[in-house]
């Protein structure tokens, strides 16, 4: 079994992540005329080293990226994040954010862990989710609680605390809670996005998981999301069918 088919045990239209960004940007230039260099990259991806590791040369061919996640990929950043990479695209481009949770998994197949680079042994992947996840099935989470110390992984067991029945209940219980998350996120950026004023015609959303693999297998990616919305209509279409195709 390739690495590729045991992701796809998980995520059945998962890809590498070099594949989808190959076909990302071919969708763009077939469909609305834009080259990479025309295209402001925003992304919300966790904060954790591995997805630097992983991220694939040819998303460098857009401008930027501008992060916008931090821990498991929520965007942090906000409304004022969201603004200001808004008013650094080309005034013929267009922008695209990406965003994903990410979550890890392994040759054998497990999910939630990889092996990292330099270890011997394997880590938690999302081990912010991870964490959050031990503490709803301990029922250490306190509904209302933020701190200043931990304010994003506060954020992270809220959310998961408003979905307990849904999450515990889960056959795979990492796996849904990190459903969860996408949702949180997802919700997230509609509200950000609809507080933002672009100067341009396209913002293009496409929302996924994000896969981690062991340190020799790379990464992947499952979209769930790619949607293009054009400003000087409002209209919005989804370009799903052409990324799959």
Not at 182 to 203: D, F, G
């Amino acid at each position: 079994m390739t690495n590729l088919e045991t992701v796809q045990k998980w995520y059945p239209n998962a890809k590498t992540t070099e594949d989808t960004v190959n076909q990302l940007l071919d969708v763009i230039e077939n469909e609305l005329g834009l080259k990479p260099n025309q295209l402001m990259h925003a992304d919300s991806m966790c904060c954790d080293d591995v997805n630097a590791i992983q991220y694939p040369p040819r998303a460098y061919e857009m401008l930027g990226p501008f992060h916008m996640g931090g821990l498991n990929g929520y965007p942090f950043a906000g409304v004022t994040g969201m603004n200001a990479f808004a008013h650094h695209v080309p005034e013929d481009g267009a922008v695209v954010v990406f965003y994903a949770p990410h979550i890890g998994i392994t040759k054998d197949g497990t999910i939630g862990e990889i092996h990292r680079i330099g270890q011997s042994e394997n880590s938690a992947c999302c081990g912010a989710a991870k964490g959050a996840l031990g503490k709803l099935l301990n029922n250490q989470i306190e509904a209302g609680n933020f701190t200043d110390l931990d304010y994003q992984m506060n954020t992270i067991e809220q959310i998961f605390l408003k979905k307990a029945d849904r999450i515990k209940s889960a056959a795979n219980q990492l796996f849904e809670a990190t459903e969860v998350m996408y949702e949180a996120i997802n919700e997230r950026i509609e509200t950000l996005v609809s507080k933002t004023n672009y100067p341009y015609k396209y913002v293009i959303l496409i929302g996924a998981i994000f896969i981690n693999g062991d340190k020799d297998m790379g990464s992947f990616c499952s979209y769930k999301r790619f949607d293009c919305l054009d400003l000087s209509t409002q209209k919005q279409m989804s370009l799903m069918d052409k990324f799959y195709q």
